[in-house]
């Protein structure tokens, strides 16, 4: 492909392509093309996912590596990225001491590709949009279809907007909407996602009894942390030696948006963390950064290419603080000067100096392709009120949300894999009825405290303390 289709003597890149056949002997024509989260995931490492969930049953499923990703060429990872977001859990989350170290090693990363010659303002969704038609073009397919997890979505929807041609279906699982994205929408999805769970655990009898207001324990956390952060050590599974592990305000709310992954625990650690016992959040914490499995998985070039062409020079610095202040109006301000998982951003993309995309890159997808619409109930990354947002102008959106699932619903839910199974077979009237039979997930239950144990434990300013 070239590198930047605006400029008549941009160099040439590659992009890895991989086919998986179907798993029938006589396939469907139309196969499905694989657009992968991130921004900056690879999809040749999400194609496991997406033939444990049966997607390859009657068609074949294809997997292209976005630009800059692990299997393209050139490969816009950074590790000094990745070893500093393992090196933050030590650190003040949202500290300016913690900033300084994060822009500059975002701005190593940027000088070092640069500095190899590559065009960073062509990593974005109009290039990328334009490699998947020119895929399909090809491979000489005359109609394929189109399945887009995360950020993938954000994509599948500029893609079916600016090339609609060939395209007979688009799943969309976990709807990030090019029109809304920011940290405004950031806030507004951990808020959606977090409410989820807190409600499935206070309709739950025992799961309430044992963890009464939830939801008012989470908030004065947040707040408590921001003020006194606390510090302990552990072993996250995997670590060759014990790991010191900073919780405050903004480290508690990063960890929550995650950790709807893991519901059922989520009650137990928020309760033992509010009577002094932060080591199995503070894991979960280090282990999601530290892990060496994540080094070099994520396009760094491709994610800043969005997030700083596309996202922060559209929203202002004010319209993302009133975003957070509307939903967490309790917060601190410092926690909410950071939306979850887009940490110092704006600051990043000082960093990065991109152009703006054409604002165009902003507008609404309207469309008649039929769409489903797929969302999770406990999804706290990309918020379920996404879907009938985009459906607004999409007349053949089908839009579910699949009760007590986090983001990406498609990666474990039998119920989600059946419905984007019976959408492509009928694109405009999928088989939902899985839905009728979900159930809550069952909540840990910790043994009750006796009455001179835990419950005299409170958390205490820079370390953890036992009964006062």
């Known amino acids: 492909m070239p590198e930047n289709r605006a400029k008549a003597n941009s160099r040439r890149i590659t992009l890895g ?10 396939p469907k024509r139309d196969p499905i093309v694989w657009l992968a989260g991130g921004p900056g995931d690879d999809a040749v490492g999400e194609a496991k996912m997406a033939i444990d ?10 997997f292209m590596s976005q630009r800059g ?10 590790r000094t990225i990745d070893e500093f977001n393992a090196r933050v859990v030590g650190l003040v989350y949202d500290a300016r001491t913690t900033e300084r170290r994060h822009v500059a090693a975002t701005r190593s990363c940027r000088d070092r590709l640069a500095d190899r010659g590559v065009d960073l303002a062509a990593y974005n969704d109009i290039e990328s ?33 600016d090339h609609p041609e060939g395209i007979r279906s688009v799943g969309i699982d976990g709807i990030l909407p090019p029109s809304r994205a920011g940290s405004a929408l950031a806030w507004s999805s951990a808020k959606q996602g977090f409410d989820g769970l807190f409600k499935a655990c206070a309709e739950q009898p025992a799961c309430n009894r044992r963890y009464p207001n939830l939801s008012a324990t989470f908030d004065r956390l947040v707040r408590d942390l921001e003020s006194k952060p606390v510090t302990t050590t552990v072993t996250p599974p995997g670590s ?22 893991v519901a059922p625990s989520v009650p137990r650690s928020i309760d033992e963390l509010a009577h002094g016992k932060p080591q199995r959040i503070a894991e979960q914490w280090a282990s999601g950064r530290i892990n060496p499995q994540i080094f070099g998985r994520i396009s760094h070039g491709l994610a800043y290419g969005v997030f ?29 000067a950071q939306a979850p998982q887009l940490t110092f951003l704006r600051s990043d993309c000082e960093a990065w100096r991109v152009p703006a995309a054409p604002r165009p890159v902003r507008d609404v997808t309207r469309s008649d392709i039929p769409t489903l619409a797929l969302s999770g109930g406990f999804d706290s990354q990309t918020g379920a009120d996404n879907g009938p947002y985009v459906a607004r102008t999409l007349p053949r959106a089908t839009v579910v949300t699949v009760p007590y699932e986090p983001h990406v619903v498609f990666a474990k839910s039998k119920c989600a894999q059946s419905i984007a199974l019976s959408f492509f077979d009928t694109p405009t009237s999928p088989n939902t009825g899985c839905l009728k039979d979900l159930k809550p997930p069952k909540f840990e239950i910790a043994p009750a405290r006796e ?9 205490q300013p820079g370390r953890v303390t036992g009964r006062s």
């Open 308 to 336: 700083c062409s596309q996202w922060v020079p559209y929203e202002t610095e004010a319209e993302a603080a009133r975003g957070g202040q509307a939903t967490f109006p309790t917060f601190p301000r410092s926690v909410l």
């Open 451 to 459: 009455s001179m144990g835990l419950a005299a434990w409170r958390v």
């Open 17 to 26: 392509v991989a086919i998986v056949p179907a798993a029938v002997g006589n």
């Open 53 to 62: 969930g049966g997607l390859n049953r009657d068609r074949d499923v294809i």
């Open 240 to 261: 060759p030696k014990p790991v010191k592990v900073v919780l405050d305000g903004g480290a508690l709310v990063n960890w929550m948006t995650s950790a709807t992954h």
């Open 69 to 78: 990703t692990y299997s393209a060429d050139p490969v816009l990872t950074c």
């Open 129 to 161: 949009a334009a490699d998947y038609a020119d895929l399909r073009r090809t491979l000489n397919i005359p109609h394929w279809n189109v399945y887009g997890i995360s950020y993938g979505t954000h994509l599948a929807l500029v893609y079916m907007r």
